[in-house]
C-alpha cells in the first residue's frame, strides 16, 4: 500500500511541477512586457523633453542676438553720436536733450527694456527714459571702466540691485565722431527678465505637472540658479547648488556635461532632465520632468498585466487538476491487476527457493540481517532459520574476511548482480568451508536487500591447493638445486628440461641449450655409450664420472647420477661438475706437499695450536733441539706441555684472544724467537693459532759477545780519550811555561846587556860592546824563536770555523801593510780579485801572511819585485798559488821546506826562524789541502796550496 | 804633595830590576812600591790600622801586575781589587810574559784597564813602560774613590 502511495505522490507532484513552470512563465512574460512599457515611456519622455529643450535655446539664443543686434546699432549710429556730443556741449539745451530723450525713450518702447539711460564716463547718470531718481547701482558703476577699455557693446549679465530686484544689462560705449578714442559717454539698456525671460523659460508647451526649464550660471564652486523655478518661486539669483552634488542635473550641466539623464532635482525628487549650455553665453539650460511624471501611464499597465496573469494561471490550474485525477484512476487499476499477477509468480520462486541444494539466503543490504534463509543454507552452514532470525551475518561472524562482504556489497552497488565470488565462510561450528556466491540486489518494500546463491565449494579448492603447492615445491627444488639436474632421451636429442645450474655448469643460456642435441654434450662418446648401457641393464647409474664439453668446447669433468624410464625412454638425473675440484684438491695436495718439504727441512719449529690448546701440527728441524720427533706432541695441550713456562702461557692465551703476539722464549737452555698469528674464520672467531719458533740460540750468544765487546770498546776508547786530554793539558802548560817562563830570563838577558852597554860604556872598548850587542841580538833571536813555536802549536789547538772567506781580500790587507813596512821598495802585488774558498778566516790570513812576508822578504834584492796571488787547476783540483820573482832555492832540498826551524838561506842573506813554512803546511794541512812549491834559483818560487770544499754534511 | 805610589806585583827579581830601570828612564817620580807574591799585594792594599779602622798605606796611583806569581795569582789578585769597593776603581795594567788568549780574555773579563806583553827586547820595554806611565799617571783623569 505504502508503494501506491508513493506513487500517487509522485504524479501529484508532477502536477504541481507543470503548474509552478506554467506560472512562473507568464509572471516572467509580464515582467519583460512591464520592462519595454517602461523603456518606451522613458524614451519618450526623452524625446519630448530635447525637443523642448532645444526650443528654448533657439529662443534664448535669438533674444540675445537681438538684444546684442539693438546695441550694436545704437552704438555705431553716427547721428546719435552727434546728438550725444551736443547735449554734453549744453545739456542746457532743450531742443537736443529732448531729441535724445525721445531716442531712448524709442529704443525703450520697441524691445521693452525697462530703463534706458546715459552715463558720463565718470558714471554720473546725463539722461534716462522713463526718468527716475534712481541711483545707479554699484556693480553697474563698476563695469563702466572695462567696457570703455574694451570699446565694445557688452551684456552685463543677471545681477541683483540693492534693492533685490533682478536685472540684466547691455553697455554701449559711445566715442566722439571725430575721435574714436574720446569716450563720451555710456547708453545703458537695462533689462528687467521678467518682462520676457522668466515667461519663456516657464512656459511648456505641453501640459504636465512637474515639468520645468532652469537656467543656471556657474558661480565660483556653485551653480547659481538665474530664473524663478516652478517649486521655488524664490530661486532667482538666491538658490545654489554646490558643484559637488553631481547627482543634480544643474552641477552637470553646470560641469559641461550634455544630454538627457536621470538625476536628483533641487527638491530631491528624481527627475528625467535635458542638459545643455547656451551658444555665446554663460549660461546653461536643464530641462527636466519628474520620473514618476514620465511612468504614470506604467502604473495603469502593471495593473492590466497582472489581472491577465491571474485569470490565466486559475484557468491552467483547473485543468490541470482534472487530468490529474483522470490519470490516478488508470495507476490505481494497473496496480490491482500487478499484484494478483506477482502473487502466483511468488510461490512458485518460493518453492524453488527452499528446495535449492545450494545455499539462498537474503539479507537486508543497509546492515546485513537475514530476511530469509533456505534448507540449502542450514546444510552447508548448520544455523536454522530460527537461529539466523534478526541476525545480521556479521554478528553470525560467518565471513571469514568480513572485507569479502564488504567487496560484495560494493560490486553490487555498482553492477546489480555479482556472479562467480570465491569467499570463506565460518560454519556453525567452527569449521571453514569455501563457496562461490552469486548475489543480486532485490528490492523488497522498497528498501534494497542482498538474494546470494552459494555453492560449497570446499573440497574443490582443498584439492587445487594441494596440488598446486606440490607442483611447487618440486619446481622449486628443482630450479634451485646446487646440483644440475635434467631430463632428457635416450635417443641423444635435445634436453627436455634442465635447471640453472645445469647451464651454469656448461655455461649455456636456456634458449642456447633448447637446440643442442644432448649426445653433442659429450666430450668422449665412448662414455656415453658406457652410460647408456650401464642404463639399460640396471635402469640407473650412479656416480658416474664423465668428461662433458661447454659451450665454448672446454672439457668439463663431471660426476652424474641418472635413472632410466625404460617405458617412455625418458631419462631423469643429476650432474655435478667436478673440474675445480679436481684441481684444487691437485693443488692443495701440492701446496701441501711443498710446505711440508719446506717446513720439515727449515731450521724451525712450524706448529698449529687449536682454541682449546691442542697441538694439531708440529713441524721443523728445530724439534730435534728440543729432543722431539715431528709430530710428536700433536694431540697434546700446550697448557700442560708448558705450564713451567708462563711467558709460553699467556703468549698462547693472547693469540688465541686474537691478538697477534711474538716473543722470545727458552726452553732447556735453546732460545726461540716465537711468532703466533691468530686465524679467524668469516665471523671472527679465533679457529687456530700457527706458531713459528726460531731456533735463536747462536744469534743470542753473538748478541751477548758484541755487547760485552762494545762495552770493553768504549771502556777503552774512554781511557784514551782522557790520557789525550791529559797530554794536551800538558802540552798546553808546558806551552805556557815557555810563552812565560823562557821568555822571563830572555829579558834579563838582553836588558842587563843593554844596562851594561849604557852604564858601562866608558869603560868598555868596541869590542866588549860588540860582544855586547851580539849576545842581545841573539836573545832577541830566541824571543821571536819561541813566539813561532808558541803560534805552530796553538795552531794544532784552536777549533776552526769554516765560512766562505775572500781569500783576496785578506792578500791585499797584507800587501798593503807589507808595502807600508818599507815603502821605499820597489814591489809590485798582482792578486787576483774575488779568489773565494770555505776556510777559517784566522788561519788562512796567517797562512796568507807567513806567504807573503816570505815572498817579500825573498824578493827584497830584486829590482823590480813581482808577487802574484792566483788560481790554477792541477790534476783536477783547484789549487791557489803565491808566485815571486825572488832568490828561489833549491829544489833538491824541497822536502825539507816544511820542516820546522828548517831554512834554504843563510841568517845574514835572509833572516828567519825557519818555523813559517811549517806554520802554513800545518794550517793547509787542518783545512784537509796540500802545499807544495816549485822554484828555481834566482828566478823565483810558487807555492801552491789547495783548500777542497766542505764535505757536505 | 808627594805622588802616589805605583805598586808593582812580580816574583822575578830581574825584571823588576828592570822595571824599575825602565821607569827611572822614563823620568817618572813616583815611588814604585814591589809586592813579591799575591798575598803581599793583597796585604798592601788592605792591611788595617786596629785603632783607626783605616788602611795603613794610602792607595796607588796604579797597580802593575803579573799574572804568573806565587800564592795567589795575578787574576785572583786582581779579582780581589775589583770585588773591594775601596779597590774597584783603581786602575791596575796586567804586566806580562804570556800572550795566551785565554789570559788576556780572562784578564779583562775580571775588570783589567790594560794588557802589556812584556817583550824581550829591553829598549821596547822601555817604550812600553814610558809609554804606560805616561798615559796613566799624566794623561788619565783617575777614577774618584766610591762613596762609603
Known sequence: ?953 | MKPKNILLVEDNISDIGLTKRALQKSHIVNQLVVAEDGLDALEYLFKTDPQTGQTVNELPALILLDLKIPKLDGLQVLRRIRADERTSRLPVVILTTSSEEDDIAQSYDLGANSYIRKPVDFKQFVTAVQHLGLYWLVMNEPAPPKKR
Open chain 1, 1 to 953: 500500500m505504502q508503494y501506491y502511495d508513493e506513487k500517487s505522490k509522485h504524479i501529484l507532484i508532477n502536477y504541481v511541477s507543470i503548474f509552478l513552470i506554467m506560472v512562473i512563465g507568464l509572471a516572467v512574460g509580464g515582467y519583460q512586457s512591464y520592462l519595454n512599457f517602461k523603456h518606451e515611456f522613458q524614451q519618450q519622455a526623452t524625446h519630448q523633453i530635447s525637443a523642448i529643450a532645444k526650443l528654448k535655446i533657439n529662443n534664448l539664443e535669438s533674444w540675445r542676438m537681438e538684444r546684442m543686434g539693438n546695441a550694436e546699432f545704437l552704438s555705431q549710429n553716427s547721428i546719435l553720436t552727434s546728438l550725444i556730443e551736443k547735449f554734453l556741449q549744453d545739456p542746457q539745451d532743450t531742443e537736443t536733450k529732448d531729441r535724445l530723450f525721445s531716442r531712448l525713450e524709442s529704443a525703450r518702447i520697441s524691445y521693452h527694456y525697462r530703463r534706458v539711460f546715459m552715463l558720463a564716463p565718470s558714471g554720473v547718470e546725463r539722461i534716462s527714459s522713463p526718468a527716475t531718481s534712481e541711483t545707479i547701482d554699484p556693480h553697474l558703476l563698476a563695469e563702466i571702466t572695462p567696457t570703455l577699455a574694451a570699446g565694445k557693446v557688452r551684456l552685463f549679465d543677471f545681477h541683483q540691485h540693492q534693492d533685490k530686484t533682478i536685472h540684466l544689462s547691455i553697455l554701449i560705449p559711445i566715442y566722439a565722431n571725430q575721435n574714436i578714442n574720446q569716450p563720451l559717454s555710456i547708453i545703458v539698456l537695462d533689462i528687467d527678465p521678467n518682462t520676457y525671460l522668466y515667461p519663456l523659460l516657464n512656459q511648456w508647451p505641453i501640459p504636465s505637472e512637474t515639468a520645468e526649464t532652469l537656467l543656471l550660471r556657474r558661480d565660483g564652486q556653485t551653480v547659481l540658479y538665474l530664473n524663478i523655478t516652478r517649486f521655488n518661486k524664490n530661486s532667482a539669483m538666491a538658490l545654489r547648488s554646490p558643484l559637488t552634488k553631481t547627482e543634480l542635473p544643474a552641477v552637470k550641466a553646470a560641469l559641461g556635461q550634455t544630454g538627457t539623464a536621470i538625476g536628483v532635482d533641487y527638491r530631491g525628487v528624481p527627475v528625467l532632465a535635458d542638459m545643455r549650455s547656451v551658444p555665446n553665453s554663460p549660461w546653461f539650460l536643464v530641462s527636466k520632468i519628474d520620473i514618476a511624471e514620465v511612468f504614470a501611464p506604467l502604473r495603469a499597465r502593471v495593473w492590466e498585466t497582472l489581472a491577465f496573469i491571474g485569470i490565466t494561471a486559475l484557468a491552467i490550474s483547473t485543468s490541470l487538476i482534472m487530468l490529474w485525477r483522470q490519470e490516478l484512476l488508470h495507476f490505481y487499476r494497473a496496480q490491482a491487476e500487478a499484484a494478483a499477477a506477482l502473487q502466483a509468480s511468488n510461490e512458485k520462486f518460493e518453492k524453488a527457493f527452499m528446495l535449492s541444494p545450494d545455499a539462498i539466503n537474503i539479507n537486508r543490504l543497509q546492515d546485513g540481517v537475514y530476511i530469509s534463509i533456505n534448507n540449502g543454507f542450514t546444510t552447508l552452514t548448520g544455523y536454522t532459520p530460527s537461529e539466523v532470525a534478526g541476525k545480521a551475518s556479521l554478528d553470525l561472524n560467518i565471513w571469514a574476511n568480513p572485507q569479502d562482504r564488504q567487496r560484495l556489497v560494493e560490486d553490487l552497488q555498482k553492477t546489480g548482480t555479482v556472479t562467480n565470488l570465491e569467499a570463506k565462510f565460518r560454519v556453525k561450528n567452527g569449521a571453514m568451508k569455501d563457496g562461490l556466491m552469486s548475489a543480486s540486489i532485490l528490492e523488497i518494500n522498497g528498501a534494497p536487500h542482498i538474494i546470494s546463491i552459494t555453492h560449497d565449494i570446499t573440497e574443490r579448492i582443498q584439492a587445487e591447493k594441494a596440488l598446486r603447492e606440490s607442483e611447487e615445491k618440486f619446481r622449486n627444488l628443482f630450479n634451485n638445486a646446487k646440483i644440475g639436474m635434467f631430463r632428457t632421451r635416450l635417443d641423444g636429442s635435445e634436453m627436455v628440461e634442465f635447471n640453472q645450474k645445469y647451464l651454469q655448469i656448461l655455461n649455456y643460456t636456456a634458449e642456447e641449450l633448447k637446440f643442442v642435441p644432448s649426445a653433442s654434450l659429450w666430450a668422449d662418446p665412448r662414455e656415453r655409450e658406457e652410460m647408456i648401457k650401464l642404463l639399460k641393464t640396471k635402469g640407473h647409474a650412479t656416480d658416474f664420472e664423465c668428461n662433458m664439453l661447454n659451450k665454448q668446447g672446454e672439457i668439463k669433468k663431471c660426476v652424474m647420477s641418472m635413472h632410466l624410464y625404460p617405458e617412455t625412454g625418458m631419462i631423469e638425473g643429476s650432474i655435478q661438475d667436478i673440474t675445480e675440484r679436481k684441481m684444487a684438491e691437485e693443488a692443495r695436495r701440492e701446496s701441501e706437499e711443498r710446505y711440508r718439504a719446506v717446513i720439515s727441512n727449515a731450521p724451525l719449529i712450524a706448529f698449529i695450536i687449536d682454541p682449546q690448546g691442542v697441538f694439531t701440527l708440529s713441524e721443523g728441524k728445530a724439534l730435534k733441539n728440543l729432543g722431539l720427533q715431528p709430530g710428536q706432541v700433536v694431540g697434546q695441550s700446550a697448557f700442560d706441555l708448558y705450564h713451567n713456562y708462563p711467558s709460553i702461557i699467556a703468549a698462547i692465551k693472547n693469540s688465541l684472544s686474537g691478538q697477534p703476539t711474538r716473543n722470545e722464549t727458552e726452553v732447556e737452555g735453546t732460545v726461540f724467537d716465537v711468532i703466533y698469528s691468530p686465524i679467524f674464520n668469516a665471523e671472527g672467531t679465533v679457529v687456530k693459532v700457527i706458531g713459528v719458533a726460531n731456533d735463536i740460540t747462536i744469534r743470542k750468544q753473538a748478541e751477548k759477545k758484541i755487547l760485552h765487546l762494545n762495552v770493553e770498546l768504549e771502556k777503552r776508547v774512554r781511557e784514551r780519550t782522557e790520557q789525550l786530554q791529559n797530554a794536551n793539558k800538558e802540552m798546553e802548560a808546558f806551552n805556557y811555561s815557555v810563552s812565560h817562563d823562557l821568555r822571563a830570563p830572555l829579558r834579563g838577558i838582553d836588558g842587563w846587556s843593554q844596562a851594561l852597554l849604557e852604564d858601562y860604556q866608558d869603560q868598555l872598548d868596541e869590542q866588549a860592546q860588540e860582544y855586547i850587542h851580539r849576545v842581545r841580538a841573539e836573545t832577541q833571536r830566541m824571543g821571536h824563536l819561541i813566539d813561532d813555536m808558541l803560534q805552530l802549536s796553538r795552531l794544532t789547538r784552536v777549533e776552526m770555523t769554516k765560512k766562505q772567506v775572500n781569500l783576496s781580500a785578506i792578500a791585499q790587507a797584507i800587501a798593503e801593510r807589507l808595502k807600508q813596512h818599507e815603502p821605499q821598495r820597489q814591489i809590485h802585488f798582482n792578486i787576483q780579485t774575488d779568489l773565494c774558498a770555505e776556510c777559517d778566516s784566522h788561519l788562512m790570513e796567517a797562512a796568507l801572511a807567513n806567504l807573503l812576508e816570505n815572498a817579500f822578504k825573498f824578493t827584497s834584492k830584486c829590482a823590480a819585485a813581482q808577487i802574484t796571488l792566483g788560481q790554477t787547476e792541477v790534476e783536477g783540483e783547484r789549487a791557489f798559488f803565491i808566485r815571486d820573482n825572488g832568490a828561489g832555492f833549491d829544489m833538491n832540498y824541497a822536502q825539507k821546506l816544511f820542516g820546522a826551524f828548517q831554512r834554504m838561506h843563510k841568517e845574514s842573506e835572509f833572516p828567519g826562524t825557519g818555523i813559517g813554512l811549517a806554520t802554513v803546511q800545518r794550517i793547509i794541512h787542518r783545512h784537509g789541502g796540500r802545499i807544495w812549491a816549485e822554484s828555481k834559483i834566482g828566478l823565483g818560487t810558487t807555492f801552491y796550496f789547495t783548500l777542497p770544499p766542505f764535505p757536505p754534511t
